[in-house]
């Protein structure tokens, strides 16, 4: 590995979190054709839907191989990409596509995504991140999750996302000056906003509130939609805070159920349980923010 530059660190890490977030595509499109051949639309025919989810779970898999040579190449691991080149070589076409299940428990997997996906895990740790980005990362994280403690204190019981979102700014702004707002994530065809961002230690934040137990299921399910829309991104970490008024949902549930789909490696999630005023019948229920998805 040749002698990089402080330049070449940040494009490589730029590289990784693409490759990552390509990889992460190819497990979801693997976890939805076998949610299809189970449970396909009933007004398309059966062969023909899994042909097509097929077909693109190939082309994601070449996606992902492409941008793992692209951070090979800017790294300097010329030897490791001639022989990741010929891992790929002995792999049927029909690989590409085929998707096989360990076992009713351990689910579906693909061949050429487990490559891919071994060989990221390999390069992660050479990607260290410095030790003081980390420390503050750490540091957020632990705000986020006292935050109904924070609440508490200050008399501020929240009704809707937006109250919790709102508290947490001037708050994250005491430790992290360069905290922004809904920052911007444009795609080809969305625009995404989180609900923070900290350039300085290339982090965004997403908040998500709920009263009841259905709109805490519905809410991780939300934060599945936010980590497909915020991948390959300029952050390289996302925390995801769900604040419940009751104990709808346990960490354990949720750390279980986004193992199932496949969360992203650059993901956690927190959840939080605090306390709620009773909802004014004037006052909308619900986020006052407004994304496009």
Known sequence: MAQLTETDIELATKAYGAARAAVQDCYAQVHAYADAEENHPGHFEADEYLKDMAAHLAELNRKAIDAVRILFELIGLNETQIDFDKQLAGIEEADFTKVKYFDEYLGAHNAVVDIVSRRLDRIGPLLEIPANVETERRMLGRMLRQIP????????????????????????????????????????????????????????????????KVKATS???????????????????????????????????????????????????????????????????????????
């Open 149 to 212: 403690h924070y609440l508490d204190s200050m008399k501020n019981v929240p009704t809707r996302e937006k109250d919790v979102q709102d508290a947490l700014h001037p708050a994250l702004r005491l430790a992290f000056p360069d905290v922004i707002r809904e920052p911007v994530i444009p795609k080809q065809t969305k625009t995404y906003k989180p609900d923070f961002s900290i350039d300085s230690i290339a982090t965004a934040v997403e908040v998500k509130f709920a009263d009841n």
């Open 219 to 293: 809410a991780i399910g939300q934060l599945y939609e936010d980590m497909k829309g915020y991948a390959a991104s300029e952050f390289t970490h996302f925390i995801g805070l769900v604040y419940l008024t009751g104990a709808y949902l346990s960490q354990e549930q949720v750390e279980a159920e986004l193992k199932r789909v496949g969360t992203p490696k650059d993901w956690c999630v927190a959840v939080v349980v605090g306390g709620a005023a009773t909802k004014s019948k004037s006052e909308p229920a619900g986020s006052a923010k407004s994304k496009t998805r």
